[in-house]
Antibody, heavy 119, light 105 residues
Framework: QVQLQESGPGLVKPSQTLSLTCTVS??????????WSWIRQPAGKGLEWIGR???????NYNPSLKSRVTISIDTSKNQFSLELNSMTAADTAVYYC????????????WGKGTTVTVS | SYELTQPPSVSVSPGQTATITCSGD??????ASWYQQKPGQSPVLVMY???KRPSGIPERFSGSNSGNTATLTISGSQAMDEADYYC????????FGGGTKVTVL
């Protein structure tokens, strides 16, 4: 079955840019039935959607993060990526990638998450 | 921006029914999804398109959505159902509710 795995640095300095990659295995990222999303969760808090990308390259971002976020896709590597710039302590969280059903926007497969600390 | 409101906590006795609500403006006109998250684990989809259960989710989980409220019901609650539950909908972007901690005791 499809599995997702996040990778990237666990520690980022304030004002720097976070770069995370999600590798999709067991299925093709080019499957047009899905979007590919990033979600984050600060410790002890709820889920916050960051944004999503479709195979066409079309993106949609959380309005509260839109000015700092870029999501891209690399079909040759079966990966999609997140860049979040101007990091602050408030961005410290577990970051998840998830497969998102098109067009109903529910997330049916999640990665295990990766912890990012800004310090 | 669109908001989804959930009660912070719900308590239920084993074998009884737990009802988790999610409120939002005209939520019934949108599709609601629900996720279960246990400590230290990733969220798991337990309901989508209001009332559809993914494969592997027990039949004791059911969902509905009408008016301004979506509801996730756990019939015959078990200790393993103790977790945080999040509702989610789409309104120009993905929106999550704040989460409800379900305690089975």
């Amino acid at each position: 079955q499809v599995q997702l795995q996040e990778s990237g640095p666990g520690l980022v300095k304030p004002s720097q840019t976070l770069s995370l990659t999600c590798t999709v295995s067991g299925g093709s990222i080019s499957n047009g039935s899905y979007y590919w999303s990033w979600i984050r969760q600060p410790a002890g808090k709820g889920l916050e959607w960051i944004g999503r990308i479709y195979i066409s390259g079309s993106t949609n971002y959380n309005p509260s993060l839109k000015s700092r976020v870029t999501i891209s896709i690399d079909t040759s590597k079966n990966q999609f990526s997140l860049e979040l710039n101007s990091m602050t302590a408030a961005d410290t969280a577990v970051y998840y990638c998830a497969r998102t059903h098109y067009p109903f926007y529910y997330m049916d497969v999640w990665g295990k998450g990766t912890t990012v600390t800004v310090s | 921006s669109y908001e989804l409101t959930q009660p912070p906590s719900v308590s239920v006795s084993p074998g009884q029914t737990a009802t988790i609500t999610c409120s939002g403006d005209k939520l019934g006109d949108k599709y609601a999804s629900w996720y279960q998250q246990k400590p230290g684990q990733s969220p798991v989809l337990v309901m989508y398109q209001d009332d559809k259960r993914p494969s592997g989710i027990p039949e004791r989980f059911s969902g509905s959505n009408s008016g301004n409220t979506a509801t996730l019901t756990i019939s015959g609650s078990q200790a393993m159902d103790e977790a945080d539950y999040y509702c989610q909908a789409w309104d120009s972007s993905v929106v999550f509710g704040g989460g409800t901690k379900v305690t089975v005791l």
